[in-house]
DNA sequence: CGAATATATTTCGACATCGAAACATTCGAC
DNA sequence: GTCGAATGTTTCGATGTCGAAATATATTCG
């Protein structure tokens, strides 16, 4: 998978790794995904908005935003979506009425209960190409990475 | 960022790098696809197919497909948009009327051709978070972990 | 040749995603 | 208390993304 760029030697090092990041997320999402929609029919969206009531609890709309790191208009939609299958439930809050707090039913509570440890299960699967020092340093490196300090 | 998962320390680990994984990938790509798509009116997949004819000349959509990691009825959207806005051209294969060819247009070699160095700094000053050591050293992780057999 | 099969692309329906604008509600200043 | 700013959510329009089904063309084999 060559670069292809004519740039310096810093520039092909950057985009190499850049490059392989993203090929190596899109590798590990192609075999998760598929799985998720299959047996539980759900979307990587729709898993993190219900894990994120699961362990955190009702949510409002825009604590969900920060948690799934996605726009607002996005939420409102993937909520929309779990909302009409009755996984998660809408309630406007009593003291401030612009809030939305969602969530989960009875039905998404099981759903995520026992679609987690399966997926949890496949992700370990496939980090376990790395060794476990490997893994430590993968994460190190994406952290690193990751802290945005605006550019 | 706790995982909030209660699992076996394998999973724990597992997870951890994962969703560092994730998150490195949101973040580079949120501070560079907003730049990409104010200064040359560019989405991420756009820029994927203008580059892959750019540097390998015309390709059919089929080629495309496995360039951009994307499903062929996905390629036909993308390719669709970018003939709508004068970017490439379509043209079927004479000995195969099934295939069609996709090529730059002049206007698209010209924004591309302005497009990719600018894309390309940004990228490199992203990962200028990193020392070279560390860039290869994730790339390689990268490489090993998306080398996908199967799941 | 002609039918079955294979290949390349498109269409369709569903969901995700964003930013901007609209809307609803609350808060703050006067 | 009312009006304007701030906050939380929804709506809208555009693009991306997939898989399944449809379509178009080519190939193979009897």
Redesign the interface.
Same mark, same amino acid.
Request: aromatic share 4%; hydrophobic share 40%.
């Given at each position: 998978m060559p670069t292809?760029?004519q740039?310096?030697e810093?520039?092909k090092?950057?985009?190499?790794?850049?490059i392989?990041?993203?090929?190596?997320?899109?590798?590990?999402n192609?075999?998760l995904l598929p799985h998720l929609q299959r047996e539980f029919s759900l979307t990587e969206s729709q898993l993190g908005v219900l894990?994120a009531l699961y362990?955190?609890g009702p949510l409002q709309q825009g604590q969900l935003c920060q948690k799934i790191?996605r726009s607002g208009s996005n939420v409102t939609t993937v909520v929309d979506n779990l909302e009409r299958g009755g996984l998660v439930r809408r309630e406007r809050d009593a003291t401030d009425r612009r809030i939305q707090i969602v969530q989960l039913t009875e039905h998404g509570r099981k759903v995520i209960a026992e679609a987690?440890?399966v997926h949890?299960?496949?992700?370990?699967?496939? !980090? /376990?190409? &790395?060794s476990?020092d490997?893994?430590?340093? !993968? /994460?190190r &490196?994406?952290?690193?990475?990751?802290?945005?300090e605006?550019?």
């Open positions: 292809h760029y740039g310096t810093g520039e090092r950057a985009l190499d790794a850049f392989k990041l993203n090929r190596s997320v899109s590798a590990l192609g075999q894990e362990h955190l790191l987690l440890p949890v299960a496949r992700i370990t699967a496939l !980090l /376990g190409r &790395l476990t490997e893994q430590d340093q !993968l /994460g &490196l994406c952290k690193k990475l990751g802290s945005a605006k550019g």
